[in-house]
């Protein structure tokens, strides 16, 4: 249990960050899903280029590591490609 009033903010800030970045971590799942999952070229090249920008803001803002945003990017666009 905190002991002091900033630790106690602290603890509501950290619970509403890890709920926040839950949901945005669920929603990039589901996103590359939606792109893997694409069966006609039209709808995967438009769920592909939402999925490459919500990857993009993501790494940005540190949510996940750059390079692992650029390696997701790259087998979603040769998943795309080869349809």
Same mark, same amino acid.
């Given at each position: 249990?905190?002991?002091?009033?900033?630790?106690?903010?602290?603890?509501?800030?950290?619970?509403?960050?890890?709920?926040?970045?839950?949901?945005?971590?669920?929603?990039?799942?589901?996103?590359?899903?939606?792109?893997?999952?694409?069966?006609? &070229?039209?709808?995967?090249? &438009?769920?592909?280029?939402?999925?490459?920008?919500?990857?993009?803001?993501?790494?940005?803002?540190?949510?996940?590591?750059?390079? &692992?945003?650029?390696?997701?990017?790259?087998?979603?666009?040769?998943?795309?490609?080869?349809?």
């Amino acid at each position: 249990m905190p002991q002091h009033k900033s630790a106690e903010k602290r603890v509501r800030q950290s619970e509403r960050r890890r709920v926040r970045n839950l949901a945005k971590r669920t929603r990039m799942k589901t996103a590359i899903k939606k792109v893997f999952g694409a069966t006609e &070229k039209e709808a995967a090249t &438009k769920e592909l280029q939402t999925t490459i920008s919500m990857l993009d803001r993501m790494a940005v803002k540190g949510m996940i590591h750059r390079n &692992k945003a650029a390696n997701l990017k790259s087998k979603l666009t040769r998943r795309v490609a080869a349809l």
